[in-house]
Every structure is written in C-alpha cells, then in structure tokens.
C-alpha cells in the first residue's frame, strides 16, 4: 500500500502546497499557493491572541473599545 500526504505550509511570508509520497520518501508534486496563505493551528491563533493583549502599545484595548458601541 503506497501512502502519501498533502502539505500545506507557511515560510517566510509564502504558502505551498506539496504532495508527499511517504512510501518512497519523495515530493511528487509542490506549488507556491499565489495569494494565499496556509491555515493555521488553534495554538497558534491562541499565541497571536496573547501577544497582542500583552503588547505594551495597547492595541488590544483600542480595537476591543473600537468595537463596543458606547
């Protein structure tokens, strides 16, 4: 049984996509995803989130104050 994988990835600013044989441990096929960008994880989305609530310019409090209707 051949296994292969599909490959999303995200480095230095670009998205590619790639398919990967892993029973002959080569890249079959792989392509730059033109204006487009790669998902991301939960935890990364989780680590953007603290990075900027603990960013000293306060932006989290602005854009959350901008939201609210007062």
Known sequence: M???ADVVLYDKGKSYEELVNISTAKVETF???KG???PYTTTEEHEVNDAIK???RGLW???RSAA???
């Open 36 to 38: 487009m960008q790669a």
């Open 68 to 70: 609210s209707p007062t």
């Open 31 to 33: 392509e730059e995803l």
């Open 61 to 63: 409090r602005r854009s």
């Open 2 to 4: 051949e296994r292969k």
């Open 54 to 56: 603990h960013d000293p």
